[in-house]
């Protein structure tokens, strides 16, 4: 059974920082690639960062310079860093493995 879990989301004031964490089990980070996918309410889902199987990272333009994605392979997670937070990040953040396996998804709320 493959199953993600997020978790880490919540309300924070504009510039300020959160740390996502996606607790994966029943998968393999040298077979999938991790992701961390966004969707704000009326929106597309929006990949903003991901891993890939040999550990490069990638970011989309709106997040690049104050995301960090990261994996602890020890324990099976999956990171998402989030410095200087804007109100337009407010979005149900989502960890996916490959596209293939989604988890819950966790709110983060950007607002003063």
């Known amino acids: 059974q493959v199953q993600l879990v997020e978790s880490g989301g919540g309300l924070v004031q504009p510039g300020g920082s959160l740390r996502l964490s996606c607790a994966a089990s029943?998968?393999?980070?040298?077979?999938?690639?991790m992701l961390w996918y966004r969707q704000a309410p009326g929106k597309q889902r929006e990949l903003v960062a991901a891993?890939?199987?040999?550990?490069?990272?990638n970011y989309s333009d709106s997040v690049k310079g104050r995301f960090t994605i990261s994996r602890d392979v020890a324990k099976n997670t999956v990171y998402l860093q989030m410095n200087m937070l804007k109100p337009e990040d407010t979005a149900v953040y989502y960890c996916?493995?490959?596209?293939?396996?989604w988890g819950q998804g966790t709110q983060v709320t950007v607002s003063s």
């Open positions: 996916s493995a490959n596209s293939n396996y």
């Open positions: 029943g998968i393999s980070f040298s077979i999938y690639a």
């Open positions: 891993i890939t199987r040999i550990g490069t990272t």
